[in-house]
């Protein structure tokens, strides 16, 4: 971690050159970076997005379960499967 002072201050917005007012060097965690194919993948697949649009949709109109509902149904399914 004792190279990120030095990189800071080379790439710190008095010091960084630009491309149209935009800075070449970004710095992210590993944890986001990581995370960026699966977004792109998710991104990428039009049924979930559309699935998540409606999701969006649902949520914004109220139409939503509470955890013990959730678990209820889950307990349901976990029932009839093991008949």
Known sequence: MRCLPRLHSRVSDGDCGG????ADVMLISVAEY???????DILGDAEAVADLRQSKEDFSAGDTYT?????????????????
């Open 34 to 40: 990581e995370s960026m194919p699966e977004t792109l």
């Open 67 to 83: 955890a013990a509902q959730v678990r209820a149904e889950l307990e349901q399914r976990r029932r009839l499967g093991a008949q």
């Open 19 to 22: 491309t149209n007012g935009r």
